[in-house]
């Protein structure tokens, strides 16, 4: 079967994490993956069950593709198949990665409400143009059935291959104690609210050693670079830009930090579990199904600095804390198999492509 993968651009972070691995992990398949172009695109250049499409995602192009089956990964090349009026050409399938409509919980006013009430009509139509519609945890599975109508809803959580240690070279760090936040710069991961309880929890930091470095970019980054220096915290925040081995990164830390206002089902903690390394995150909706709602990790409220701060200070200083990794390690590899994400998807192919 060859199958037209849709998203927007090649960048990086979870969602073209998620492609590469349906690519890499299902080679009986031919993949055509349309996007706008992107840095990222060569990350396929080595699978030979893909073709990559960097001119965009229009119906014109991905036809002359000649698909049997359409994978809808962002809501850009979604809403390009499903404005026209009639049935979608081909047997389709979308995969929703996170309700971005929770966006709209955390902005107020008039005219946020009328671009959510514009984005929701939206995207209640073309959740109705395709044939399934997959979902990564069972909260956004439940948004999108009662306040998006939508029909045809599974439940496929992403999923990771078991580590090999012999594959791991960790990056040196200097501090005693590291954290790490392997997170794109823009306003649902939350960077402000870390910077802003690292700020309150300093004097403690300081005396631990703490270092936090900040893996990625995007549209906010110079301005929590500049947020960093007026809060002054400097000493502590290290900004480094995108990095290719995040995986490596991950191997030398001693907590991860995802202070996310929403998420979808993050890959970052996918890693940390699979990498054995304790995990700080909000109760955004994804981290609290992956966390087993605190139980595989430590929860603050989402957007309470103060909350994140009497973390970061309880971490610094005890011991017992910080060895709390190995619930997330068997959580992962007993829920999120990326065997048994590959399998529940090649079913779903198979079924959309017979209807």
């Not at 990665?97 to 929701?120: T, V």
């Not at 300081?206 to 500049?226: N, T, Y």
């Not at 009497?310 to 619930?327: N, Q």
């Amino acid at each position: 079967m060859k199958i037209a993968l849709l998203t927007d651009r090649f960048m990086v972070g979870g969602g073209l994490e998620y492609l590469y691995r349906i690519a890499a992990g299902l080679p009986q398949h031919t993949f055509v993956i349309c996007a706008h172009g992107g840095p990222a695109a060569a990350r396929f250049q080595s699978l030979p069950n893909v073709v990559i499409e960097t001119g965009g995602y229009s119906p014109a192009i991905v036809r002359c593709h000649a698909p049997d089956l359409l994978h809808f990964n962002h809501l850009r090349p979604l809403c390009a198949f499903s404005l026209p009026p009639g049935r979608m050409p081909l047997p389709s399938i979308n995969t929703v990665h996170g309700i971005h409509l929770r966006r709209y919980e955390f902005l107020h006013g008039p005219h946020h409400r009328l671009i959510s009430f514009a984005r929701q009509t939206l995207e209640r139509y073309c959740l109705a143009k395709v044939d399934i519609n997959i979902a990564l945890t069972q909260s956004d599975r439940d948004y999108l059935v009662t306040r998006l109508n939508a029909k045809r809803v599974v439940i496929i959580p992403n999923g990771i291959a078991a580590l090999d240690p012999a594959t791991l070279n960790p990056v040196p760090r200097a501090a005693r104690l590291h954290f790490l936040v392997p997170a794109r710069f823009d306003f649902q991961k939350g960077h402000d609210v870390l910077l802003h309880a690292i700020h309150m929890a300093q004097t403690e930091l300081r005396s631990a050693g703490a270092q936090f470095d900040l893996l990625g970019d995007g549209p906010l980054r110079v301005r929590m670079e500049h947020l960093a220096q007026q809060l002054q915290i400097g000493d502590l925040v290290r900004f480094h830009g995108t990095q290719a081995n995040v995986v490596d990164w991950m191997a030398s830390t001693d907590c991860v930090v995802l202070p996310s206002r929403w998420e979808g089902l993050p890959f970052v903690l996918l890693e940390a579990g699979r990498q054995s390394r304790p995990v700080i995150c909000s109760d955004a909706p994804g981290n609290r199904e992956v966390t087993d709602h605190g139980r595989c990790g430590h929860l603050f409220r989402n957007e309470d600095t103060r909350a994140l701060a009497v973390l970061l200070k309880t971490f610094s200083r005890s011991p017992e804390i910080r060895s709390s990794h190995a619930a997330l390690f068997h959580r992962v590899a007993e829920e999120y198999s990326v065997q048994r994400m590959l399998d529940r998807l090649a079913a779903a192919y198979d079924t959309t492509f017979r209807r």
